[in-house]
């Protein structure tokens, strides 16, 4: 084998540097990667749909949001902020009574990989810790913010018997869209992943990590309105955080 010339070394080793880097941005950022390790992301059947709701507890919003999930018996699930979460323990633990599934959001909603093992380690385990202590079940469902994950980020969740749940529809409802724009948007999101023979896990934000009391009425007026315009087919699932993964 002969020696590389070194300009072509170094632009080969370039090169690679930069396919390492666009390949770790893919496993840190893209919501359906499993690079670092296997997260969750949609339910296998079409007609399954898996609402899920982040940043919460929010009593601007979360009171009304489960009145329109009750009217229509919709079973939902809420990854809390665990700050938030003990500020408003009364709401978080109305939000389990009325079945919901419940899962770990961080304490205070960093992006994760930019931390060291030791912070990620505690911003989870001592959310984990507030939502049992207030709830008095384990918590089985971890939600990395903003879809961050790395390595470590999955060391911690594995020790902590969590499953990563992502998602496969995020419709930009914490940005001021219109109700008509979330809801054309989550429309069109769930017709695209039944062509794709998938069902969909959408990420709905009925809280905001700026603080308690966010406007996101918008968000749960689409939500009414796309229950009322579902498919009578449709399933609605939760994450289980067991061997059968929704349910
Ligand atoms: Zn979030």
Not at 120 to 135: G, H, K, M, R, Y
Not at 151 to 164: D, K
Request: charged share 15%; no cysteine.
């Amino acid at each position: 084998m002969s020696l590389s010339h070194p300009l072509t070394t170094t632009a080969s080793l370039l090169a690679l540097a930069a396919v390492g880097a666009a390949t770790t941005a893919y496993g840190v950022m893209y919501p359906e990667s499993q690079l670092f390790g296997s997260s969750l992301v949609a339910p296998p059947l079409p007609n399954q749909l898996a609402l899920t709701f982040d940043d919460g507890p929010n009593p601007a919003a979360t009171p009304r949001l489960l009145e329109v999930l009750a009217r229509r018996k919709v079973r939902a699930t809420f990854f809390l902020i665990g700050n938030f979460v003990r500020l408003e323990p009364a709401l978080t633990r109305e939000i389990a009574a009325a079945g919901h599934a419940i899962g770990n959001h961080t304490m205070s909603h960093p992006f994760l990989p930019k931390h060291s093992a030791a912070r990620i380690l505690s911003e989870i385990a001592d959310a984990n810790a507030v939502l049992e202590d207030t709830l008095g079940t384990p918590i089985t469902l971890f939600r990395p913010p903003h879809g961050g994950r790395s390595p470590a980020v999955f060391r911690a969740a594995r020790s902590l018997n969590l499953q990563v749940v992502q998602w496969n529809l995020i419709v930009g409802d914490w940005k001021d869209a219109s109700v008509d724009t979330i809801l054309s948007r989550l429309e069109n999101g769930i017709v695209r992943n039944h062509l794709r023979r998938r069902g969909t896990n959408v990420v709905l934000h009925d809280g905001g990590q700026a603080g308690l009391g966010q406007p996101r009425l918008k968000t749960v007026e689409a939500v009414h309105l796309l229950l009322d315009r579902l498919p009578p087919d449709t399933a609605f699932v939760t994450p289980t955080g067991g061997t059968a993964l929704w349910g």
